[in-house]
């Protein structure tokens, strides 16, 4: 499992004493355990990703946000981090698979304008979920929806 692979890592982190990916690491089995807290369930593989997917997007945040207050160390720092959790998401597609997705199901639903964004989005990120970021998602079917 997944999980368990993080756990690994975590402790070889401690051993070569990787300050920034140990605390990385440590905040995601957090994430993990809190999930589980409240699901009550063990976090499956696809929980995982989620979860992942969810603190690099929040060190995104943190890394705009101590760019504009001019903290480029604190920022670099997250980035190290999301360096750390992107190697537990799954290969990431390109904008061109991401596009080929978003067309299916744009025809499938039959989406016309930016009016049927929303339906769009709810049928595709499923299906990409941990492979793509939402963001980029967005902006490709907004592209394509707007042609």
């Known amino acids: 499992m997944l999980k368990d692979r993080i756990r690994e890592d975590m402790k070889d982190a401690m051993k070569k004493r990787e300050e920034i990916r140990l605390r990385a690491l440590k905040l995601l089995i957090n994430a993990i355990k809190q999930f589980e807290v409240d699901q009550m369930k063990e976090a499956s593989d696809e929980n995982v990703y989620g979860i992942v997917a969810k603190e690099i997007k929040k060190r995104r945040e943190s890394v705009e946000a101590y760019e504009k207050a ?3 160390d604190l920022a670099e720092e997250e980035r190290k981090e999301i360096e750390v959790l992107t190697q537990y998401l799954p ?8 596009r080929a997705e978003a067309m299916k ?3 499938q639903l039959g989406a016309r304008s930016s009016k049927d964004l929303g339906k769009v989005m709810r049928e595709l990120m499923p299906r990409l979920k941990g492979r793509a970021e939402g963001k980029t998602v ?3 079917v907004m592209e394509l929806l707007n042609n």
């Open 70 to 72: 001019g903290r480029k």
């Open 91 to 98: 290969k990431q597609m390109s904008e061109e698979e991401i």
């Open 105 to 107: 199901v744009i025809d």
């Open 138 to 140: 967005n902006r490709i």
